[in-house]
Nanobody
Framework: LQLVESGGGLVQPGGSVSLSCVASGMPLEYYAIGWFRQAPGKERERVSCISSIDDTTFDADSVKGRFIASRDNAKNTVYLQMNDLKPEDTAVYYC??????????????????WGPGTQVTVSS
């Protein structure tokens, strides 16, 4: 499974951007997919994860109500809609596949098939 992110860029505070994570090599439908971010000098943070079973999402408190993960298995793509962006959302955003038990999506720390990342910069 290979994942590639796209859709980042420069956006003003309060604005929105949508990221895409396109899979190849394996059907995406078998995997829960996590969205992560890493800002300079900070630890990588998981911001959202979407289940492969029923599309349930698990969102970090820092983005709850602002970021929405979704998936289109027919297009082998997972999305992250980011709204009401703040300067502290500036980071490189990555998607990765959950390698844990499929019956417990997004429950563990084991993610793989990391994409190269896409930069999101929130600034006026």
């Amino acid at each position: 499974l290979q994942l590639v992110e796209s859709g980042g860029g420069l956006v003003q505070p309060g604005g929105s951007v949508s990221l895409s994570c396109v899979a190849s090599g394996m059907p995406l439908e078998y995997y829960a997919i996590g969205w992560f971010r890493q800002a300079p000098g900070k630890e990588r943070e998981r911001v959202s994860c979407i289940s492969s079973i029923d599309d349930t999402t698990f969102d970090a408190d820092s983005v709850k109500g602002r970021f929405i993960a979704s998936r289109d298995n027919a297009k082998n793509t997972v999305y992250l809609q980011m709204n009401d962006l703040k300067p502290e959302d500036t980071a490189v955003y990555y998607c990765a596949a959950d390698r844990g038990p499929r019956t417990r999506p997004c429950a563990g720390p084991d993610f793989g098939s990391w994409g190269p990342g896409t930069q999101v910069t929130v600034s006026s």
